[in-house]
């Protein structure tokens, strides 16, 4: 059987800006879906949270920080989430 289970995540450090990022985006990063649609659908089919609070919004803007993000009931990671210092606009 394995060593670790779901309820002691491996620690990940993503980077972002200093606006954070959409929930969307962290969820592809994290691994947990391929595509930004495919993260979108799990936010819809209401399996992802952050923190153990539901979320519904795909484009929450997540700050940076640690938070704990779960997809489904067995899969989670504890997110170290370091702002770069650079915000990037669209309108730019």
């Known amino acids: 059987f394995q060593q670790r289970s779901a309820y002691d995540p491996d620690l990940q ?18 691994g947990f879906a391929t595509s930004n ?11 992802v949270r952050v923190d153990g609070q539901l979320v519904e919004d795909p484009n929450l803007r997540v700050l940076p920080g ?8 067995r899969r989670m990671a504890r997110i170290r989430l370091s702002s770069t210092g650079l915000r990037r606009d669209r309108d730019a």
């Open 37 to 47: 649609s495919e993260a979108r659908r799990l936010v819809a089919q209401r399996a």
């Open 66 to 73: 640690d938070l704990l993000l779960s997809v489904g009931r």
């Open 13 to 30: 450090t993503l980077e972002c800006d200093a606006a954070g990022i959409a929930l969307f985006a962290l969820v592809v990063q994290a």
